[in-house]
């Protein structure tokens, strides 16, 4: 198994760079967010909370559809 990349914010004097915003950000991160949330959704489901697994599917779903669309070229 490989291990995850790890990518670090650009940070200025403490802060996050101007150009970052929560957008970029979970983009820069989009498949650890998904990760987590399977995870969440595979825990939940163990734990016999399918309606709560589902909810979390459905969110990962939501940007997994998202990001797939921004990727698309135009028609």
């Avoid at 650009?10 to 949330?37: C, F, H, P």
């Avoid at 595979?42 to 459905?58: H, I, S, V």
């Amino acid at each position: 198994m490989r291990a995850p990349a790890i990518r670090t914010a650009r940070w200025r004097r403490g802060r996050l760079a101007d150009d970052e915003t929560v957008a970029s950000i979970a983009q820069l991160y989009l498949g650890n967010i998904l990760y987590a949330l399977e995870l969440a959704a595979t825990t939940l489901a163990e734990q016999g909370k399918p309606d709560d697994a589902a909810y979390y599917r459905g969110l990962a779903r939501k940007l997994a559809e998202a990001y797939g669309r921004s990727k698309s070229p135009p028609p």
